[in-house]
């Protein structure tokens, strides 16, 4: 089974700043996804950004941007000037692959509470 | 648009009642899930359907079953409600083709549940 962890229960960073978060996981497993989900006070999950576990090159979006270490399993998330509307829970989450009987289900982390103060 | 709804944002039963939860997605999608979220727990993944009729359990299925009897629907069934299964309850779907996940977990707007 896998886990994921994120120790971060919480960070506050102010507007404009850098943000890192943290997020390790452990599996067997050598082909994986691994994404980060954000969920603001509207409940709707959002996807932010993707990995896939083969590819070595670290995915960005925009000002979102990982720090995937597949040896070392830790999968950070880093936002470039940080917004008010950035301010959510962000959960890491892991799926591995599995075959052609479809899609497996999301590995969460216990999310990271981020607040962008003005 | 990628779009997965679910029948109620909130509902509010009482302890023994049979309660339905409804999410339908419009994208085609073969795969579809059902998660709780309790605060400082994240998201535990209940049920899962790789197709109509099929169904494979989670990680916390217990006090659960599902309903897949439409492509586009997936029904998550609490057949004598308890107030241990107060929750937020989050329905997903995605498509696989393979051994590729064609596209990410889209997921719904999530549904409050109340037991009393």
């Known amino acids: 089974a896998q886990t994921v962890t994120q120790s971060q229960p919480e960070m506050s960073v102010q507007e404009a700043e850098t943000v890192t978060l943290s997020c390790t996981y452990d599996t067997s497993e050598s082909n994986y996804y691994l994404f980060w989900y954000k969920q603001p006070p509207s409940r709707q999950m959002i996807l932010v950004i993707r990995?896939?576990?083969?590819?070595?090159q670290n995915a960005t979006e925009n000002r979102f941007s990982v720090n995937f270490q597949k040896a070392a399993k830790s999968f950070s998330l880093k936002i470039s000037d940080s917004q008010l509307g950035d301010t959510a829970m962000y959960f890491c989450a892991f799926m591995k692959l599995v075959g052609e009987g479809g899609a497996d289900g999301l590995t969460f982390g216990k999310g990271t509470h981020l607040i962008i103060q003005p | 648009d990628v779009k997965v709804t679910q029948s109620s944002r909130y509902l509010v039963k009482r302890t023994g009642e049979k309660v339905f939860l409804e999410c339908v997605q419009d994208m085609d999608h073969e795969n579809m899930f059902w998660y709780r979220q309790d605060p400082g727990l994240g998201l535990r993944l209940i049920y899962f359907s790789y197709d109509v009729k099929m169904k494979e359990k989670g990680d916390i299925p217990e006090g659960y079953s599902v309903s897949r009897e439409k492509k586009e629907r997936f029904s998550l069934i609490l057949e004598s409600a308890s107030t241990n299964q107060t929750s937020m309850y989050l329905c997903?779907?995605?498509?696989?083709?393979?051994?590729?996940?064609?596209?990410?977990?889209?997921f719904g707007p999530g549904t409050r549940l109340t037991v009393l």
């Open positions: 997903a779907s995605t498509r696989w083709t393979g051994t590729l996940l064609k596209d990410t977990q889209y």
């Open positions: 990995q896939e576990a083969y590819k070595q």
